[in-house]
């Protein structure tokens, strides 16, 4: 499997590769992992998975613009089971926005077990022989290598993973979620955080997903048939429920005196960013360790850094000004000091590891945070479940000029 470039440019040629199979190939064989060593140019067979997640994740891309290219390739019915994998991204990010309080629970929940591993020798040896790939259960220990090897898992591969890891393992479901964030190149704190919550019964209360030797053996094309697994997947439970709380769409900011913009990992398009006027200068920053306590793996903070690394080059063509790079062990505001600017303009900073990290310093140094605007439409629908999100979403985009 050959390893995304962390580059618009490369973003943009995946999409463009991608488009044609984005219609009827995508709704009829995504479902299905046919592994790492089938995605070759010669055999195509990974051509039923678009592979594109590490770009929207860091929005080398835009969510607007993947379902654009959509709709331009196939139209929005024949499209329709696409754009409703982009549009469950969305769904995941204002979930989480409006309900914060998972994302904290889920980071103290996860400092803790991470202590019992050392306390506890037998919960540590089921922890290493998982991540290492020593279970003894084929298909999953294939996968815990593909994720380190390659920093990818199919979709379906995540959630048998997950349900094996919670359910026949008995691992707690916080430290499998981070063992992703450490490696998945994609690992985002929202779609992340909630999929694990969801195949343990906790997202949809009640409601858990068992992996089975059957639907693996069938949707690996028999690469796997494991034996052992948990005969019943039983929910999950937790004492806390979470109250929505819902989102403030930030005002545009007005023209006035000279900005900085910060341009973060979280998103890295500044070109397409409403902006009140052209920036004085770009800032830069970048924070992939700060994802898991164990840190991540080299691959991905390469790709974290050099999507930053990218928008900061493609930011200083597009609007002509100086660029720096904010190691975090200097303070933003000196920076700001030294570029004699008193403005910061961000865009959203949304919930997860950067925003714990950087959240309070960058608020404190006058900014206006930058809503764009499809997740300014589609976030704020995530109240309750997915699907009243995909029933509203055409609304959403039709007013900004797509037509599902």
């Known amino acids: 499997m050959t390893h995304p470039q962390p580059t618009r440019a490369a973003a943009l040629s995946r999409l463009t590769d991608f ?38 994740r860091h929005k080398l891309f835009t969510e607007q613009e993947l379902i654009a290219a959509a709709i331009e390739a196939h139209g929005a019915r024949d499209a329709d089971k696409f754009i409703a994998e982009v549009l469950w991204r969305g769904y995941f990010k204002g979930w989480l926005e409006q309900r914060s309080e998972v994302w904290t629970d889920y980071v103290t929940n996860r400092d803790a077990q991470f202590k019992q591993l050392k306390a506890l020798g037998g919960l540590r040896k089921t922890y290493e022989q998982a991540i290492e790939g020593r279970t003894g259960i084929d298909a999953f220990d294939h996968w815990a290598k593909e994720l380190v090897e390659t920093g990818y898992l199919h979709n379906h591969a995540r959630m048998w993973f997950a349900s094996i890891w919670i359910f026949t393992m008995k691992l707690p479901w916080e430290l499998g979620a981070d063992f992703f964030l450490q490696h998945l190149l994609d690992g985002d704190a929202a779609s992340n955080t909630l999929s694990w919550r969801w195949v343990g019964g906790l997202h949809t209360k009640g409601k858990t997903y068992l992996a089975t030797k059957d639907n693996i053996a069938q949707f690996t094309d028999g690469r796997f048939t494991p ?46 960013l409403v902006l009140p006027q052209k920036p004085a200068l770009i800032i830069g920053v970048s924070g992939p360790d700060g994802k898991s306590p164990k840190g991540v793996s080299d691959k991905v903070r390469a790709f974290s850094n050099g999507a930053v690394a990218d928008a900061l080059a493609r930011a200083a063509d597009h609007f002509g000004c100086d660029t720096v790079f904010w190691n975090q062990g200097e303070k933003l505001r000196d ?56 029933k509203k979403a055409p609304d959403v985009l039709r007013a900004m000029g797509m037509e599902l």
């Open 19 to 56: 488009a044609a199979n984005m219609g009827h190939n995508y709704a009829h064989k995504r479902n299905f992992d046919y592994g790492p060593d089938a995605d070759t140019e010669q055999d195509g067979w990974r051509d039923n998975v678009s592979r594109l997640s590490p770009y929207v």
């Open 227 to 272: 034996i052992g697994l948990a005969a019943e997947a039983v929910p999950l439970e937790e004492d806390k429920s979470y109250k929505l709380r819902p989102l403030k769409i930030p005002p545009v900011p007005p023209a006035a005196a000279a900005f900085a913009l910060l341009v973060h990992e979280e998103d890295c398009h500044p070109e397409s």
């Open 335 to 390: 920076i700001l000091a030294e570029a004699k600017l008193e403005r910061l303009l961000a865009p959203w900073l949304p919930v997860g590891a950067l925003k714990d990290a950087i959240g309070k310093e960058v608020n404190g140094n006058n900014v206006r945070w930058i809503m764009r605007e499809y997740d300014a439409g589609i976030w704020p629908l995530a109240t309750r479940g997915f699907f009243p999100v995909k």
